[in-house]
């Protein structure tokens, strides 16, 4: 019930905020002109103006979870905003859990937001629309789920500016992960046991990447998109506990 | 201290400074605000009064000695809800409305969405919000601000309203309904507990006080026993004693404390006209100024001896 009633608040406030607004709102501009983009294309110009408008939406809804997500408790205590909350009858693992489910809220609704428009946008251009698309949609949003936790973690355990860093330092480091197979014949024994440990650690984020089996209609199996969905539920749920055991422990 | 609301006992707790320094905020305090009681928390900037309340609110961890509420050690949500607190210069979500943001912190103290309207209605009233209520409030004064804090903090009728510094911010307008509202609340049945700089307003409507410098408190007590430490003033004509102080028109003023009473008045020189003994005006503010003068010299005014 309290998690729900922060969950609440957290997501009005949230798609209320100007960056997210504003980030829409660019996403709309940007995503009017990659028909231009298609136009000048060599190649079929509906395939890259769909892959643009897929990416567009992975890149805004990330930044959005970061700026949201770094800004989301450290705000809050450093603007003084969770005292009146705190000293009600909601313990701290709530607060986070409720604000995380919040936010996470906010970024689905602005990720359907940008799905409706984009998918509506590529209809109107006589760009072919099928089922496919929606699920890269929402695994990005999966994807975008998981760095708002990410951001949310990171934010516990440094300052928000650090935070919105490491962050951005990580959505670079997960889609490098994807890579890391393809690296390993490069690597040594000692090298790949350190680059696996290393891999282990950050969100494989290459799992939630569908467009290109969308734009070019790859065979998808039912088995691996569970098996990514877990993963992304799981890694939300460990990076959630860590800010948890760290903002239990913070003297606002 | 069973009939205390608030009580400390023996609380020391340190800040994290930078890197492994620690900063001494609270030394062995012991406080203790009786229950339906108006308790004025005092003390010069940095002193711990926040420190204090933010421990008894549960925001800070990590003390030792024992702080407790309603007679139960501090940590049980349960006794959150009996508690009503207004932090120091109290910030807000900005992109919520005074009335949304109401009904969010309502329900988080466990009102109904049935009790909830006329919570608010009330509050409404009390601090002339009733106009804001679809207001966000990221477009609100300082004033207007510290009016929601005071506003939030009574919305579900606590049985303990912890204020700090309440008036910050204030018009003497709103200073003054502010007082209402406090005294209403009282009369209401509620305990108040609150730090405040501005010490007129703490005398208008305290009946208990405590002191607090450098994170010790160095007295506590009821107003009443501290106005009557003041000192007597004799006004007499006639024969004066040595010590006496001329005065208008041939009399004379003396002044001694109220303990020496009947052993001045049994001295007085022979054919000494009493004309009248009253008690010597305390001001709270001039009190807590030589109190905390007295320990460390804090506040020297520009040309005092130092």
């Known amino acids: 019930m309290i998690i729900t009633i922060v969950a609440g608040a957290t ?29 000048v294309s060599s190649t079929d110009g509906h395939i890259v103006t769909t892959d643009l408008v897929l990416s567009l939406q992975s890149l805004i809804g990330v930044l959005v979870a970061v700026a949201t997500g770094t800004a989301l408790v450290q705000t809050e205590i450093q603007s003084r905003t969770l005292y009146t909350i705190l000293s009600r009858p909601v313990e701290r693992w709530q607060f986070v859990v409720g604000k995380f489910l919040g936010l996470a809220a906010a970024l689905a609704a602005g990720q359907a937001a940008m799905a409706l428009l984009g998918l509506a946008w590529l209809w109107v251009t006589g760009a072919e629309v099928h089922g496919w698309l929606l699920l890269a949609c929402a695994m990005t949003t999966l ?9 949310l973690c990171w934010t516990a355990l440094s300052s928000p500016l650090l935070a919105a860093v490491l962050g951005l ?65 799981a890694w939300c749920g460990l990076l959630v506990t860590i800010t948890v055991a760290v903002i239990r422990r913070k003297q606002l | 201290m069973t009939d205390s609301i608030v009580s400390f006992s023996g609380v020391t707790y340190a800040y994290r400074g930078d890197w492994l320094q620690r900063i001494q905020a609270l030394h062995a305090v012991d406080l203790a605000v009786p229950t339906g009681c108006a308790f004025g928390f005092l003390g010069a900037n940095g002193a711990g009064k926040s420190t204090s309340i933010k421990l008894a609110m549960g925001l800070l961890t990590g003390h030792q000695g024992d702080i407790r509420l309603f007679g139960q050690p501090i940590g049980s949500p349960a006794l959150r809800q009996r508690l009503g ?59 207007m601000r510290q009016r929601f804090g005071l506003a939030q903090a009574i919305l579900h009728q606590p049985d303990l309203l912890v204020l700090d510094e309440p008036f910050s911010g204030l018009d003497p307008l709103w200073r003054a309904r502010f007082k209402d509202v406090m005294a209403l609340e009282r009369q209401r049945g509620a305990t108040l507990f609150f730090s405040s700089h501005i010490l007129s307003d703490v005398e208008d409507l305290c009946d208990h006080y405590a002191v607090i410098d450098h994170g010790r408190v160095l007295e506590q007590g009821r107003l009443a026993d501290l106005f009557g430490q003041a000192p007597l003033i004799l006004t007499a004509s006639g024969p004066a004693p ?40 305390l001001g709270l503010e001039d009190w807590f100024v030589a109190r905390i003068r007295d320990v460390h010299g804090a506040g020297k005014r520009l040309g005092d001896d130092v």
């Open chain 2, 85 to 143: 607190y207004l932090p120091e210069q109290p910030y807000f979500y900005e992109n919520l409305a005074v009335g949304e943001y109401l009904d969010y912190l309502g329900r988080l103290s466990g009102l109904e969405r049935s009790g909830l309207t006329a919570a608010k209605d009330r509050v409404y009233q009390l601090l002339d919000l009733g106009d804001l209520r679809g207001r966000k409030l990221g477009s609100f004064s300082k004033g």
């Open chain 2, 242 to 281: 040595a010590e006496a102080k001329p005065g208008a028109e041939g009399t004379w003023t003396l002044e001694f404390p109220e303990q020496e009473r009947a052993a001045r008045l049994a001295a007085l020189p022979t054919g000494a006209q009493v004309l009248r003994l009253e008690r010597h005006r």
């Open chain 1, 11 to 39: 997501f009005r406030e949230a798609v209320r905020s100007r960056a997210f607004i504003g980030l829409l709102i660019i996403f709309a501009i940007c995503a009017l002109l990659s028909r231009i983009v298609g136009w």
């Open chain 1, 169 to 233: 330092a990580t959505y670079a480091a997960g889609h490098a992960v994807a890579s890391l197979p393809d690296l390993m014949h490069h690597l040594k024994g000692g090298q790949q046991i350190v680059a696996v440990t290393l891999a282990s650690l950050i969100p494989n984020l290459g799992e939630f990447t569908y467009r290109n089996q969308a734009v070019y209609r790859l065979p998808l199996g039912l088995h691996d998109v569970l098996q990514h969905l877990l993963y992304g539920v």
């Open chain 1, 143 to 151: 994807e975008v789920l998981v760095m708002a936790a990410v951001a």
